[in-house]
């Protein structure tokens, strides 16, 4: 397998602007997990899926993001509208189960919103 | 409340030298586990080690060896004879049950390693 295959790898965005974040995990993991990194705050859990779907989206900061997952092989999270304190690395992944496997890392997404 | 500390922000050693990186962690569940994560320049968490809460054996993987200490609530990550490519942040993270059978993690701020040729 590929591994957990993120796109795009960079994004610039304006301000204002609709940014749609891609995901494939790795095929058969039951688990899919949407982080966001950032200096300040380190990773922070934003929402996770179980076939998907999202189970726990407690960690998702505004209205503004929204994830989907319309397939086992396929995620997306969206922010509508962005705004520069959303600029971070957006790191997708996946897990066989949860009974405390490790999760497979995307390479994350970095995103600018100027 | 479930928190990971990685008190040591960045550390620098010369190649060849040991290295060790703290971890300290709370928790008031009986069971969990511990990870370490290695993000190196490229970006990507690559996945080092599981250690569940009930085996306290210290583990070696080559250069690497973790030490886990209950009494302390450490779980602590040695490199040993450092070289170039171990140049990366380090995250330490915990997991713990939650209903529905769902995990959570709850990762450290991590610790950047520099090792000078």
């Known amino acids: 397998d590929a591994g957990v295959i993120q796109s795009p790898r960079h994004e610039v965005t304006e301000m204002g602007q609709e940014v749609t974040l891609r995901c494939k995990p790795i095929?058969?993991?039951?688990?899919l997990f949407w982080y966001r990194q950032t200096m300040m705050r380190g990773l922070e859990l934003l929402i996770y899926f179980n076939n998907n779907v999202p189970i726990d989206d407690s960690g998702m900061p505004e209205d503004r993001f929204s994830a989907k997952m319309p397939n086992a092989s396929f995620s997306t999270l969206k922010i509508q509208p962005s705004e520069p304190r959303d600029s971070a690395v957006y790191f997708c992944a996946s897990t066989l189960d949860t009974t405390y496997t490790e999760a497979f890392f995307g390479q994350g997404t970095r995103l600018t919103v100027v | 409340a479930q928190k990971v500390t990685q008190a040591q922000t960045e550390i620098s050693v010369v190649e060849k030298e040991d290295v060790t990186l703290d971890c300290v962690y709370e928790t008031r569940d009986t069971t969990y586990y511990l990870f370490w994560y290695k993000q190196p320049p490229s970006g990507e968490l690559v996945f080092l080690i599981r250690r569940n809460s009930f085996d306290e054996q210290n583990e070696i993987s080559g250069r690497y060896s973790w030490n886990f200490q209950k009494s302390t609530s450490s779980f602590n990550f040695t490199i040993t004879a450092s070289q170039v490519v171990d140049s990366a942040v380090y995250f330490c993270?915990?997991?713990?049950?939650?209903?529905?059978?769902?995990?959570?993690?709850?990762f450290g701020t991590g610790t950047k390693l520099q090792v000078i040729p």
């Open positions: 095929s058969g993991h039951d688990y």
């Open positions: 993270a915990l997991s713990e049950a939650r209903s529905g059978g769902y995990q959570k993690v709850t």
